[in-house]
């Protein structure tokens, strides 16, 4: 595990970043509805729509870092994509001397077969030990 760290610490350290600014920045949105409430028990209305402006503000800011987190998280894991039958590799190639799971509801077999050579590949390639596959 520390090893992982190590070697993709940038990229660790940029999620970790993320999910501060992040939190920080749910915890703003808090305090924004906060003051619109106040604002409303006040009966304040141009306060009201200002505090609601700055909370729209926030909501985009927010989405924007959840989508760069999502996007992030999807770039440094590995893993199989397998939606209806076809089979995706997201990330760098497989290490040697590393162990990788298959998991999902579906594609374990598709994968097994392929190796075995009862189906063909439409597209994509597989390398194993140096080898190109021929599925």
Known sequence: MTRY???FWPSNLLYLGLTTITSIQTILSALLSAAQLNAL???????FLRWVLWDVGNFIILLA???WQAMLRAKTTQKWIM????ISRTGSAAR????????????KSLMFN?????LTAYAGSLTLNGQKHPY
């Open 65 to 67: 870092m959840y989508y």
């Open 83 to 86: 939606p209806s039958g076809t």
């Open 114 to 118: 392929l190796l075995a050579g009862k």
């Open 5 to 7: 760290f190590k070697q």
């Open 41 to 47: 028990i006040k009966f304040d209305f141009p306060l």
């Open 96 to 107: 040697p001397g590393c162990k990788y799971a298959i998991v999902g509801p579906r594609g």
